[in-house]
């Protein structure tokens, strides 16, 4: 069984679309988080949501909302897609907050 | 913001090399974390550290704590061509809910 799963791991779309990414944990977790990996390979937390509540917003543009129905699930839906948005999002839980993440398989977003 | 420098960026050895990779800050953590990525997959977590001057040991592999708390390193030894990957420290507070990463080492080992 797929810990953290994201889906699409694919995604190409062009500028102006809108889109989004789906994101599940069967751990039981209470926590879980947006991360962008740029294409130096840094990891750059976007979000974190503890038991459905928003946590933390690291000053990402807000065509960028994040909805989680229930603790086991967090989506990220992106509005009005810019070309800088092109990275590689990491869906990731934690058992709680500020403890050990366990991240999904990502998916590689590329606007053209 | 808390940062995370982790050095060298860029590392490649010969199977069967020793080597040691660095995370350093400027600030204390209660807790900090080593992960390896490998291409098209998420960070996996190797292990916790949680007390200054703790070791932990995993088959080759050795993570220190700096007895601050503000730094530490990843050891290999014998290093092999499955090593290869990229690490990532992470680190957290008490009261801080974000776990921030380093900026990575991309270690390739050659046969």
């Known amino acids: 069984d797929t810990a953290v799963s994201q889906t699409p791991k694919y995604l190409v779309t062009q500028m102006g679309n809108d889109k989004s990414i789906k994101c599940e944990q069967n751990?039981?977790?209470?926590?879980m988080y947006w991360y962008k990996q740029d294409s130096k390979k840094f990891l750059k937390i976007m979000f974190s949501y503890n038991n459905k509540e928003l946590i933390i917003n690291e000053t990402v543009p807000n065509r960028f909302s994040p909805k989680s129905p229930d603790k086991a699930h967090l989506n990220l839906h992106i509005n009005s897609l810019e070309l800088g948005d092109s990275a590689v999002y990491f869906c990731?839980?934690?058992?709680?907050?500020?403890?050990?993440?366990?991240f999904g398989q990502g998916t590689r977003l590329t606007v053209v | 913001t808390q940062l995370l420098e982790q050095s060298p960026q860029f590392l490649s050895i010969q199977e069967g090399e020793n080597l040691t990779v660095y995370c350093n800050s400027s600030?204390?953590?209660?807790?900090l974390q080593w992960y390896r990525q490998e291409p098209g997959e998420g960070p996996v977590l190797l292990v916790t550290v949680v007390t200054g001057g703790e070791v932990k040991k995993l088959k080759r592999l050795t993570f220190q704590f700096g007895d601050a708390r503000k730094d530490s390193s990843l050891h290999i030894t014998a290093a092999q061509p499955g090593d290869t990957g990229l690490y990532l420290c992470a680190a957290s507070n008490f009261g801080n809910e974000k776990l921030t990463f380093g900026t990575g080492t991309r270690l390739t080992i050659i046969p």
């Open positions: 990731a839980s934690s058992p709680k907050s500020y403890r050990e993440a366990f």
């Open positions: 751990l039981g977790h209470d926590t």
């Open positions: 600030s204390v953590f209660s807790s």
